[in-house]
């Protein structure tokens, strides 16, 4: 019997993939895609400036050529940007014709499909919103295209994006709260595991433990979100036996304000987004 085509084999060419800041989302968005096999390391090109992120290449991925800006883009197809939204203007209009429509899509938190499109020259730019579990091909991206984006072009993003998680196409103005949710998202998790952890330790168990049990339940509890389609108060309600020692944790985290902080990270994050847009 055949074995199923891998996602690069699917495409009808190997992807030529220039990125451009190869920190935490680069790393995440990169190696998830080379697990996947949507992109091979001897066909992506990396600019870093900084020497510690280049040495984490040559360890992590040694295949990945390490070059500069103009031969990385020269050589590519598609064009990962993924330095800090303040860096991405100087970047982006850096001057040359090695630009010369390549696909390219920015990760950047706030910087608007208008601002890359004037910055590189043309329009064939995708604005993502990526997250680090793209790193273990659970990713949850976003993604607006301009007016008149290609179909073919969709196609690309979504088979890249596609391989590390899920991929949404949303209107540029929910990009802002795409950020809030799923962008920063991960942090917020990270945080509620870590406190769980303390509070295991602090109710006698060891740490590893701790962590273990914490991780485990956050990961299970997403899951039943995600297969059973029941919404979750109702699964919460399951969890609360009457009288029980659910409801006294339930009403422990009402009391301190648990879902209103939540809310307010999530708008605060989308906030944030749109101030780096200025
Ligand atoms: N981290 C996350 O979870 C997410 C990040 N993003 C977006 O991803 C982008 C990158 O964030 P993140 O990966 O966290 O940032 P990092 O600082 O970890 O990575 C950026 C890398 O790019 C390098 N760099 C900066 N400017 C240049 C340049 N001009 N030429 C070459 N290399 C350069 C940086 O070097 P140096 O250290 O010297 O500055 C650094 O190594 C941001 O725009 C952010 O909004 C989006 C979703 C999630
Ligand atoms: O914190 C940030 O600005 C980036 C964008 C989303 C997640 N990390």
Redesign the pocket.
């Known amino acids: 019997m055949a074995a199923c085509p891998s996602k690069r084999q699917m495409m009808s060419e190997a992807i030529n993939l220039a990125v451009?800041?190869?920190?935490?989302?680069?790393?995440?968005l990169v190696s998830g895609m080379l697990a996947a096999d949507v992109v091979q390391g001897d066909h992506v090109r990396l600019?870093?400036?900084?020497p510690a992120?280049k040495q984490w290449w040559a360890t992590n991925h040694p295949e990945v050529v390490i070059t500069d800006?103009p031969a990385a883009v020269s050589d590519s197809d598609v064009v990962l940007l993924?330095?800090?939204?303040h860096?991405?203007e100087?970047?982006a209009k850096q001057k040359g014709r090695f630009w010369n429509k390549k696909l390219v899509m920015?990760?950047?938190?706030?910087?608007s499909l208008g601002s890359l499109g004037q910055w590189i020259g043309h329009e064939r730019v995708v604005r993502v919103?990526?997250?680090?579990p793209c790193l273990v091909g659970l990713g949850a991206c976003g993604y607006c295209v301009p007016e008149g984006f290609p179909d073919a072009d969709i196609a690309i993003v979504e088979a890249m994006l596609g391989a590390v998680g899920i991929s949404v196409k949303v209107l540029e103005k929910q990009m802002d709260a795409v950020?809030g949710v799923s962008?920063?998202g991960?942090?917020y998790v990270f945080l509620m595991i870590e406190a769980m952890a303390d509070g295991g330790v602090k109710a006698g168990l060891p740490r590893p433990l701790a962590m273990q049990l914490a991780t485990q339940t956050v990961m299970g509890a997403a899951k039943m979100v995600a297969e059973t389609g029941r919404h979750p108060g109702e699964l919460k309600d399951s969890v609360a036996s009457p009288g029980g020692t659910t409801i006294a944790a339930l009403a422990t985290l009402e009391h301190n304000g648990f879902r209103s902080a939540v809310i307010e990270a999530v708008a605060a994050a989308a906030n944030r987004s749109r101030e780096?847009g200025g």
Not at 20 to 28: E, F, L, T, Y
Not at 82 to 85: C, F, L, S
Not at 129 to 132: D, E, H, L, V
């Open positions: 451009i800041g190869g920190g935490q989302m680069g790393r995440a600019v870093d400036r900084n992120s800006l993924a330095v800090k939204p860096g991405m100087s970047v920015s990760v950047a938190a706030g910087v919103m990526p997250n680090t950020t962008g920063s991960p942090a780096l």
